[in-house]
């Protein structure tokens, strides 16, 4: 079971933080489906001291959420254990994580994410700051490396371990790779061999088959899923089910898809209001039609669409239609 500080989970899946993706909406979607942990999209630390109004709205936490993982990402140690003061008392989240592999120019720029990676000094002198400033535990969320000859992965996770974090979530890839080639979970092992506190691996996780894989191969105590579960929260579900029992769940039906995805729709309006929401929805709508057959009419459609009762119809229009479909192929079967 994947335990931090004194948070333990009930299982050891966890949802990535993803930006622009993972707020409450979407991480309250996902939890129903059984993920042990999830995490906030990562905020930053001047933003909070600055009280942007977006970004105390990101900072909202529904509590059936819990637990749940709050991510601060900065270049300087002042604000960032400013912020993360701001996150210790005003939230209700369990756990305080720092970003550490977000390879965006203009948040390298800021001397943040991805940019520590360099340097495993300025990563024990940040974490080991906020670590002594907050009462929640703090992780840290990284990258392998910043490129093929910088790849200090053993001696940050030793910093961040030294430091008081309390867990690393290690993507097996690096700064230049971004989303690119392949995620190299040998260097997670050796991270997993290296530090005594909780590894989570994260990169390259697509299927139930490739969770269980990497627990085995590296040893992990938590698999960490992000891209695969965009549009797609079954993927949580059939995950924790598959390790827990080795039974593979089937994939949902267009309708079970589009249900989610109106309850998906509607949450986002609770908390952004409809114009806002609509318009955020129409690249999850695309994430939740994948593997829909005849989905290209429909999404560039809802990408045109700017009210809720246009989305829902044209939604259930294509559950109608792709059940009619199944109908005909079961009578000629």
Known sequence: MLKIGD????NQVVLAPMAGVCNAAFRLTVKEFGAGLVCA?????????????????????DEREKPLSLQIFGGEKDTLVEAAKFVDKNTTADII???????????????????????????????SAVVDAVDKPVTVKMRIGWDDEHIFAIENARAIERA???AVAVHGRTRVQMYEGHADWNVI?????????????NGDVETPQDAKRMLEETGVDGVMIGRAALGNPWMIYRTVHYLETGELVGEPSVREKMDVCKLHLDRLID???????????RKHAAWYLKGIRGNAIVRNAINECTSRLDLV????????ESEQKEAMNFQVG
């Open 271 to 281: 908390l952004k209001g409809e114009n806002v929401a609509v318009r955020e929805m």
């Open 97 to 127: 994580d720092i970003n550490m592999g977000c390879p965006v120019p203009k948040i390298i720029k800021c001397d943040a994410g991805a940019r520590w990676l360099l340097d495993p000094n300025k990563i024990y002198e940040m974490v």
């Open 41 to 61: 999209e990562m905020v930053s630390d001047k933003a909070i001291l600055y009280k942007n109004a977006k970004t105390m709205g990101m900072l909202y936490i």
């Open 313 to 320: 119809n044209l939604v259930d229009n294509l559950v109608e």
């Open 7 to 10: 948070i333990t989970m009930k």
């Open 164 to 166: 008081g974090g309390q």
């Open 189 to 201: 092992k050796q991270v997993k061999d290296s530090v005594s506190i909780p590894v989570i691996g």
